[in-house]
C-alpha cells in the first residue's frame, strides 16, 4: 500500500512541476512549419464537430493548438469558395489552407473583439495534392464555426468525430490525457 501511495505522490508531483500549461499553442500560433505539419497538436473541451446542410459546424468550449478539420486530396488544382462565420469570446483563433507544398494562408482571424457577425466569403485555390483546414488557436473560449462549401457536400473527408462527442485534454508537459463521453 505504501508503494502505491509513493506512485502516486511522485506522479502528483510531476504533474504540479510540468504545470497544466497550453503555452506552446501561444508560441506555434505563428509558426508556419509547425502549423504546416500533417501533426496535429491541441488541447480542447467539449469538442462538436457536425455536418451540416452544405457543410460544417465546430462549437468548442475550450481551445489550444492546431486542430484539421477538413482534408483533400485532388488530382488537378481546383478553385473553391468558403463562406465562414467565426466568434469566440476570449482567444485568438485562425482558420487556414495548407496546400500540398505546405503554404499556409489564413481564410479568417478572430481575436474575440473582431468576430463577423455573418459570414465571410473567401476564394480557396486548392493544388494538386494533399489540401486541409485547420484552425491553429490558443487561450480560445467559446469557439462558434460554421464552414459551407460546395466543396463539403459528400464529402467524407472532414474529421471524424461522432455527433455530440464531448472531448476533454488535458495537457501535463509533453504528455496528453484524453477524456471522451458521448
Known sequence: MKRASNYVLVLFMCVMLTGCNNGFAKKEYNAIDKIAETEDRYSEES???????????????????????????????????????????????????????GDVITLIEDT?????????????????GLNRIKIVGYGCRNIDLELL????????????????????????GGLFLYLSRK
Open 112 to 128: 474575440g473583439d473582431n468576430s463577423t457577425d455573418g459570414y465571410v466569403s473567401k476564394t480557396v485555390s486548392l493544388k494538386k
Open 47 to 101: 469538442f462538436i464537430f457536425n455536418p451540416i446542410d452544405g457543410g460544417y459546424s465546430l462549437v468548442v468550449a475550450k481551445f489550444d493548438g492546431r486542430d484539421t478539420l477538413w482534408t483533400k486530396s485532388l488530382e488537378n488544382n481546383k478553385e473553391i469558395e468558403i463562406n465562414i462565420k467565426l466568434s469566440l469570446s476570449e482567444g485568438t483563433i485562425k482558420v487556414v489552407h495548407i496546400d500540398e507544398d
Open 149 to 172: 462549401s460546395s466543396a463539403f457536400v459528400n464529402n467524407t473527408s472532414a474529421k471524424q468525430r461522432t455527433n455530440f462527442e464531448t472531448k476533454t485534454a488535458f495537457h501535463f
